[in-house]
Nanobody, 123 residues
Framework: QVQLVESGGGLAQAGGSLTLSCATS????????MAWYRQGPGKQREMVAR???????KYVDSVKGRFTISRDNAWKTVLLQMNSLKPEDTAVYFC?????????????????WGQGTQVTVSS
């Protein structure tokens, strides 16, 4: 059974930093990518960042240059380093395990979700 457990959320001031961590267990063999999604109050859920097994990373434009996604080689831990936080980064952040198919590298197929961790950024 795949389990994803997020930690590291909390309250930060604008301009500050937080690091989210996702601990994984039971990852199945055809998972080749991990992502962080977020859903802010009154907003649609969006993918923030993703990383594939070959180390390729992608970010939503609003976090480029501020957030960094990383993982260990065994997919046991996935991190999201968040710097220069803004109030609009306030959201519940979810760790997601999935697949990037070879026929469409821009596609992320989400398979397993964590419970989420709250990030609140005050101005």
């Amino acid at each position: 059974q795949v389990q994803l457990v997020e930690s590291g959320g909390g309250l930060a001031q604008a301009g500050g930093s937080l690091t989210l961590s996702c601990a994984t267990s039971g990852i199945i063999f055809n998972i080749n990518a991990m992502a962080w999604y977020r859903q802010g109050p009154g907003k649609q859920r969006e993918m923030v960042a993703r990383i594939t097994d070959d180390g390729e990373t992608k970010y939503v434009d609003s976090v480029k240059g501020r957030f960094t996604i990383s993982r260990d080689n065994a997919w046991k831990t996935v991190l999201l380093q968040m710097n220069s936080l803004k109030p609009e980064d306030t959201a519940v952040y979810f760790c997601v395990a999935g697949r990037v198919p070879p026929y469409s590298r821009s596609t992320f197929l989400d398979d397993f979700w964590g419970q989420g961790t709250q990030v609140t950024v005050s101005s």
